[in-house]
C-alpha cells in the first residue's frame, strides 16, 4: 500500500526490554518517546529493531541499529543523530534511517534512549 505500521523494539543484548507505539499508516514516523534502563555493568550491545506492524500475519522487521557498549564509551557525553538501518534478514534489502538519542547517565548506569523519528 506505500505504507508501514512502524514501531521499535530496544533490546539490551537479546532481551527486548522497551516497545514504543505503532505509527498507522506512514513512512516517516515520530515517535519521541523516551526510556530510561538500567544496564547490568556486563551488558554488550543496545540493538533498535524497527518493526512493521502486521495485523493479519506476522510483524515484518524492517532493519536495526546496534550500539555496542565501546561506541557508547567512545561518546561519553551521548550519541545522537540519524542512524543507517541495517538489514535483519540477509535476503532483505533494507532503506532507511532512525534518529536516535543515546546516553549512560552517571554511575548507576542508567541508560536514556531517546527514539524520535525514522524515514
Known amino acids: 500500500t506505500g505504507s508501514s505500521d512502524p514501531y521499535c523494539i530496544v533490546k539490551i543484548d537479546d532481551e527486548a526490554i522497551i516497545r514504543t507505539a505503532t505509527v498507522w499508516k506512514t513512512l516517516s514516523p515520530f515517535w519521541g518517546e523516551e ?19 502486521d495485523a493479519l500475519s506476522r510483524d515484518d522487521v524492517i532493519g536495526k ?9 567512545e561518546h ?11 538489514e535483519v534478514d540477509p535476503d532483505e ?8 538519542q543515546v546516553e549512560v547517565l552517571g554511575s548507576r548506569r542508567l541508560l536514556c534512549c531517546t527514539v524520535l523519528e525514522a524515514r
Open 35 to 53: 526510556y530510561e534502563v538500567r544496564l547490568q555493568p556486563t551488558f554488550h550491545s543496545v540493538s533498535i529493531y524497527v518493526m512493521d506492524e
Open 93 to 100: 534489502e533494507v532503506q532507511g534511517e532512525i534518529h536516535l
Open 76 to 86: 561519553p557525553k551521548g550519541f545522537s543523530g540519524w542512524v543507517n538501518l541495517s
Open 65 to 73: 541499529v546496534c550500539i555496542t557498549r565501546d561506541t557508547l564509551a
